[in-house]
């Protein structure tokens, strides 16, 4: 049998190539799909899925917010977002869909020509959070599939300007921005949902197409602490007093001193919530501030209250101290002077309290010692949060002990030199009237979920024990004596025991290290009470108020009063009966001098510049043939310092230059133009250096004009270091 013929070798080879080839195409082949299915799968799939499915994000409902009764402040309403579908407008029809658009939506015509315009794109959107209303006026264009529609959510507040900076307000994606929206943003927020279904290459649904749905989570509720009447008592007179003493800004909160709780809050000037000014980006974050938390100011004389309660606990002060006051004392060269640069002389510690003389407090913090007064000072709770869960919250600033001196700390103990914010301030003075404890000040009361399950509570809380309640007792007596003699006894209300206490703080110039001769901060804090138990705290901050007789308890006792006098009526405390009153008179369109003497003769305090002796008044508080706690203050505004009828400032005047005058001559230059003469008395010979103001700056009739003296020559006595005293208007 024959043998079959093997192969040529060149055969051979060429199989071995095309064997080699195949492998080889079929390895490239794997590895491709290798790199389309696993590497570019996911990437590929998506793409695919946004070709043939329209995915959309569900916004979750947003929590409410509720004050302490139940009352909504903040809630989410159903919105729509409109939506364009640009493979689905005409080329032909592209203008008519822009410009009906536009007018509906109030948006820029080419805007939304050029979004509907590109037909790569599926879908665009043209603008959020539109109401049902406008989206009425959309259909009625029959505008056909182009333009659609998706349910979106909206922020509403019922209230509007109440609680403006306690709340604060929501971005575009309901997300919080300020206040406790921002916050308290994880617990109201929720978990937004989608909806994914399938389309066609118009991006029209499919019919028969599969959707995959995934709900969104509600976010949680909160409820406050605050109370809404409280709160527009509150909101009402922060107006008044800011228009009448033409401040920069005027805050105030309300708290109850036993629990901790805070019951109103707010600054003025504010804005609608459901408005805010976005395009006014400086003045929106300036107005939001809740600047009884977030800003800090030398505590003034206000921590008067502070120092005596340290004194009293530890025993450095009693009901019969005896304090000398000439005006100044000197500490190794360095000069600490009262206020009332005349002195006090000899006062008891309430009458001490009550004329708030820096002299006398600076002698009970001696007595208490520095190390233990520095104590009373961390317990009250100064230089720390006090975590009432609004944010932004400042912690102020107490020099460390290690540094002070007898000077330096004569000059804390009237309020000079330590830096507190409001609620500080606030809640220590809450532990000085409460029976002597420091409460955790709280405007959360509580979060719950959309079933009513309890995510966070927050109860009255004792932090520490800062004074005995005998000490505290005591305060309180003497805080109610200055509500009723001394220089807080603008603050009472007819029938009802108030105590409390005014201060003046400094502020500086913007180097913080210069004190400001012509910015200041009138404050007032006062307590009501019922059988001998303190209900209400209530403060009133003006920042840099614009009248000639800086009183603090005039000025800003006032509308704590005003406050007071609303809340016992709206809270049902029953009067006391303690108060004695008598009929204010009527005294405008008299002039300045003849008031002031017609409302002394009936009882009642009345203070003006001899600038204005003349000046008619023409608006006065309380007013004429009312009733008022007898001795209170009355508060006169004349032609020179204060509206026309017309709710109008009197035409400005022109500051003359008074360099190289002498001071009488000065003094009656001013006065002729109603401006008011200010220098050191203790340096106040030859002719004038500086003055404040320059010439020919048109000011307000009232102003203050501060002028300096050439130093004297310095002399080896130990006077002729001392540090001047602070700058006080002519008498």
């Given at each position: 049998?024959?043998?079959?013929?093997?192969?040529?070798?060149?055969?051979?080879?060429?199989?071995?190539?095309?064997?080699?080839?195949?492998?080889?195409?079929?390895?490239?082949?794997?590895?491709?799909?290798?790199?389309?299915?696993?590497?570019?799968?996911?990437?590929?799939?998506?793409?695919?899925?946004?070709?043939?499915?329209?995915?959309?994000?569900?916004?979750?409902?947003?929590?409410?917010?509720?004050?302490?009764?139940?009352?909504?402040?903040?809630?989410?309403?159903?919105?729509?977002?409109?939506?364009?579908?640009?493979?689905?407008?005409?080329?032909?029809?592209?203008?008519?869909?822009?410009?009906?658009?536009?007018?509906?939506?109030?948006?820029?015509?080419?805007?939304?020509?050029?979004?509907?315009?590109?037909?790569?794109?599926?879908?665009?959107?043209?603008?959020?959070?539109v109401e049902s209303s406008v989206i009425d006026q959309l259909e009625a264009l029959q505008l056909g599939n182009g333009i659609s529609y998706t349910t979106d959510m909206k922020r509403y507040f019922p209230f509007g300007q109440l609680f403006t900076q306690l709340i604060g307000f929501t971005g575009i994606e309901t997300e919080g921005q300020t206040g406790l929206?921002?916050?308290?943003?994880?617990?109201?927020?929720?978990?937004?949902?989608?909806?994914?279904?399938?389309?066609?290459?118009?991006?029209?649904?499919?019919?028969?197409?599969?959707?995959?749905?995934?709900?969104?989570?509600?976010?949680?509720?909160?409820?406050?602490?605050?109370?809404?009447?409280?709160?527009?008592?509150?909101?009402?007179?922060?107006?008044?007093?800011?228009?009448?003493?033409?401040?920069?800004?005027?805050?105030?909160?309300?708290?109850?001193?036993?629990?901790?709780?805070?019951?109103?809050?707010?600054?003025?000037?504010?804005?609608?919530?459901?408005?805010?000014?976005?395009?006014?980006?400086?003045?929106?974050?300036?107005?939001?501030?809740?600047?009884?938390?977030?800003?800090?100011?030398?505590?003034?004389?206000?921590?008067?209250?502070?120092?005596?309660?340290?004194?009293?606990?530890?025993?450095?002060?009693?009901?019969?101290?005896?304090?000398?006051?000439?005006?100044?004392?000197?500490?190794?060269?360095?000069?600490?002077?009262?206020?009332?640069?005349?002195?006090?002389?000899?006062?008891?510690?309430?009458?001490?309290?009550?004329?708030?003389?820096?002299?006398s407090m600076a002698d009970i913090a001696l007595a208490t010692g520095i190390n233990k007064f520095y104590d009373y000072i961390y317990k009250f709770g100064f230089g720390t949060e006090t975590n009432v869960g609004i944010p932004s919250e400042d912690t102020g600033e107490v020099i460390h002990r290690k540094y002070i001196r007898e000077s330096d700390l004569s000059?804390?103990?009237?309020?000079?030199?330590?830096?507190?914010?409001?609620?500080?301030?606030?809640?220590?003075?809450?532990?000085?009237?409460?029976?002597?404890?420091?409460?955790?000040?709280?405007?959360?009361?509580?979060?719950?979920?959309?079933?009513?399950?309890?995510?966070?509570?927050?109860?009255?809380?004792?932090?520490?024990?800062?004074?005995?309640?005998?000490?505290?007792?005591?305060?309180?007596?003497?805080?109610?004596?200055?509500?009723?003699?001394?220089?807080?006894?603008?603050?009472?209300?007819?029938?009802?025991?108030?105590?409390?206490?005014?201060?003046?703080?400094?502020?500086?110039?913007?180097?913080?290290?210069?004190?400001?001769?012509?910015?200041?901060?009138?404050?007032?804090?006062?307590?009501?009470?019922?059988?001998?138990?303190?209900?209400?705290?209530?403060?009133?901050?003006?920042?840099?108020?614009?009248?000639?007789?800086?009183?603090?308890?005039?000025?800003?006792?006032?509308?704590?009063?005003?406050?007071?006098?609303?809340?016992?009526?709206?809270?049902?405390?029953?009067?006391?009966?303690?108060?004695?009153?008598?009929?204010?008179?009527?005294?405008?369109?008299?002039?300045?001098?003849?008031?002031?003497?017609?409302?002394?003769?009936?009882?009642?305090?009345?203070?003006?510049?001899?600038?204005?002796?003349?000046?008619?008044?023409?608006?006065?508080?309380?007013?004429?043939?009312?009733?008022?706690?007898?001795?209170?203050?009355?508060?006169?505004?004349?032609?020179?310092?204060?509206?026309?009828?017309?709710?109008?400032?009197?035409?400005?005047?022109?500051?003359?230059?008074?360099?190289?005058?002498?001071?009488?001559?000065?003094?009656?230059?001013?006065?002729?133009?109603?401006?008011?003469?200010?220098?050191?008395?203790?340096?106040?010979?030859?002719?004038?250096?500086?003055?404040?103001?320059?010439?020919?700056?048109?000011?307000?009739?009232?102003?203050?004009?501060?002028?300096?003296?050439?130093?004297?020559?310095?002399?080896?006595?130990?006077?002729?270091?001392?540090?001047?005293?602070?700058?006080?208007?002519?008498?």
């Amino acid at each position: 049998m024959a043998k079959t013929a093997a192969p040529a070798p060149k055969i051979k080879r060429k199989l071995v190539l095309l064997m080699v080839f195949s492998g080889l195409l079929m390895l490239l082949l794997a590895l491709r799909l290798m790199q389309v299915m696993i590497i570019q799968g996911p990437e590929l799939k998506a793409k695919a899925e946004v070709q043939w499915t329209r995915r959309q994000n569900l916004v979750a409902q947003r929590g409410k917010i509720t004050d302490r009764n139940g009352l909504v402040l903040a809630q989410s309403g159903t919105a729509y977002r409109v939506l364009a579908n640009p493979p689905a407008i005409a080329a032909d029809d592209r203008v008519r869909v822009a410009t009906e658009v536009s007018e509906v939506l109030g948006l820029n015509y080419d805007y939304v020509l050029e979004r509907i315009s590109d037909p790569k794109r599926l879908q665009v959107q043209l603008k959020r959070q539109v109401e049902s209303s406008v989206i009425d006026q959309l259909e009625a264009l029959q505008l056909g599939n182009g333009i659609s529609y998706t349910t979106d959510m909206k922020r509403y507040f019922p209230f509007g300007q109440l609680f403006t900076q306690l709340i604060g307000f929501t971005g575009i994606e309901t997300e919080g921005q300020t206040g406790l929206e921002a916050e308290y943003n994880t617990y109201l927020a929720g978990t937004p949902g989608r909806l994914v279904i399938e389309v066609d290459r118009k991006n029209n649904p499919l019919s028969y197409g599969e959707e995959d749905y995934l709900a969104p989570v509600e976010g949680y509720n909160m409820k406050l602490t605050a109370d809404s009447v409280t709160q527009s008592y509150l909101e009402k007179y922060l107006k008044q007093c800011y228009e009448i003493n033409r401040a920069a800004s005027v805050s105030g909160l309300i708290m109850d001193p036993n629990t901790g709780e805070v019951l109103a809050i707010s600054t003025y000037p504010s804005f609608d919530l459901n408005a805010p000014p976005r395009d006014m980006v400086t003045e929106l974050m300036s107005m939001s501030r809740a600047r009884i938390v977030t800003d800090t100011y030398e505590a003034g004389s206000m921590f008067d209250a502070i120092t005596t309660a340290a004194g009293v606990d530890a025993g450095a002060a009693t009901l019969s101290s005896q304090y000398d006051c000439e005006g100044f004392k000197i500490f190794r060269l360095e000069k600490i002077a009262c206020w009332d640069t005349a002195g006090h002389k000899t006062q008891t510690l309430s009458e001490a309290l009550g004329n708030a003389c820096n002299l006398s407090m600076a002698d009970i913090a001696l007595a208490t010692g520095i190390n233990k007064f520095y104590d009373y000072i961390y317990k009250f709770g100064f230089g720390t949060e006090t975590n009432v869960g609004i944010p932004s919250e400042d912690t102020g600033e107490v020099i460390h002990r290690k540094y002070i001196r007898e000077s330096d700390l004569s000059r804390i103990a009237f309020g000079e030199n330590i830096t507190t914010t409001g609620i500080q301030m606030a809640n220590a003075f809450c532990a000085v009237i409460n029976g002597g404890t420091l409460m955790q000040p709280y405007v959360v009361d509580n979060i719950t979920s959309t079933d009513g399950t309890i995510v966070l509570k927050n109860e009255p809380t004792i932090l520490r024990r800062v004074i005995s309640s005998s000490a505290s007792a005591t305060m309180r007596g003497l805080l109610e004596s200055v509500a009723t003699k001394g220089k807080g006894n603008n603050a009472q209300v007819l029938n009802y025991t108030v105590g409390g206490i005014s201060g003046v703080s400094r502020k500086f110039e913007e180097d913080g290290v210069t004190p400001s001769r012509m910015r200041a901060v009138a404050s007032y804090i006062g307590f009501l009470s019922t059988n001998d138990s303190p209900q209400l705290v209530c403060m009133i901050m003006i920042d840099e108020p614009q009248v000639p007789y800086m009183e603090a308890s005039s000025i800003a006792g006032y509308w704590v009063g005003k406050i007071f006098s609303d809340l016992v009526q709206y809270y049902g405390m029953l009067p006391d009966d303690n108060t004695r009153t008598d009929i204010v008179p009527d005294v405008t369109n008299m002039t300045a001098r003849d008031a002031v003497y017609t409302l002394q003769q009936a009882g009642f305090q009345a203070y003006n510049v001899r600038s204005e002796d003349a000046a008619t008044v023409v608006m006065q508080f309380p007013a004429g043939n009312t009733k008022a706690p007898a001795g209170s203050i009355v508060i006169l505004y004349t032609s020179l310092t204060t509206f026309t009828d017309d709710e109008l400032y009197k035409e400005q005047v022109l500051v003359p230059n008074l360099v190289g005058r002498r001071r009488q001559d000065a003094f009656d230059k001013l006065a002729a133009l109603g401006l008011v003469l200010a220098f050191d008395k203790t340096q106040c010979t030859g002719v004038i250096d500086t003055q404040s103001i320059a010439e020919g700056t048109p000011v307000d009739p009232g102003t203050v004009i501060y002028v300096t003296f050439p130093a004297p020559i310095p002399s080896e006595s130990p006077e002729a270091s001392t540090t001047p005293a602070a700058p006080t208007p002519l008498p």
